[in-house]
């Protein structure tokens, strides 16, 4: 089966890991048709068909092996992603809006726990989710900035509960 584990804080500060280390990091766990994508901590490849939390907990432990740091994993099939795109969530958004959108990806099904409308400070809008995503758009602002206050959502969730966001562009590229 194919998937793309989105990794959780890399590429941050002093969390830097390399496009081609993840790569190697993948098949020395014994994966295949491993690619990288982006260089932000997407990384796509084909394993067996198992239960994807020992899965996400495999690569985990794999990758603090090698990097010596804890790496949190979200992990959904190709065919997930395929039906999320299918299900088109941005819809609404005019093609020519001054936005991006953004896929917040849960590990755990909590999702539907964010109150809807969701009311932050902030410029950006939560338009649905599902137990394991949430799909929101940020606006632009007078500061060339997008989404302020986006990062507000992660807080919406138990301690602990394992997060990762991604632009919906990732999204695309890794089912295309």
């Not at 390399?18 to 490849?45: C, M, P, Q, W």
């Not at 755990?108 to 995503?133: D, H, K, Q």
Request: aromatic share 10%; glycine share 10%; charged share 25%.
């Amino acid at each position: 089966m194919r998937y793309a584990a989105f990794l959780r804080g890399v590429s941050l500060g002093k969390r830097t890991t390399r496009s081609a280390d993840l790569k190697a990091a993948f098949e020395s766990l014994g994966y295949e048709g491993v690619r990288t994508l982006i260089a932000s901590g997407n990384v796509l490849f084909e394993a067996e068909a198992a239960d994807d939390e020992a899965l996400a907990e495999t690569i985990e432990k794999g990758l603090e092996a090698k990097f010596g740091l804890a790496i949190g994993v979200v992990l959904r099939s190709i065919a997930e992603l395929e039906k999320m795109v299918e299900r088109a969530p941005f819809g609404g958004v005019p093609a020519d809006a001054d936005a991006k959108l953004y896929v917040l990806f849960l590990r755990e099904p909590v999702g539907e726990t964010l109150a809807l409308p969701f009311a932050e400070e902030g410029n950006y809008e939560v338009l649905s989710t599902t137990p394991t995503e949430i799909f929101a758009v940020a606006w632009h602002m007078p500061n060339g900035r997008y989404g302020e206050g986006l990062d507000a959502l992660e807080k919406q969730f138990p301690k602990g509960t394992l997060t990762t966001m991604r632009n919906w562009n990732t999204i695309l590229k890794a089912v295309a």
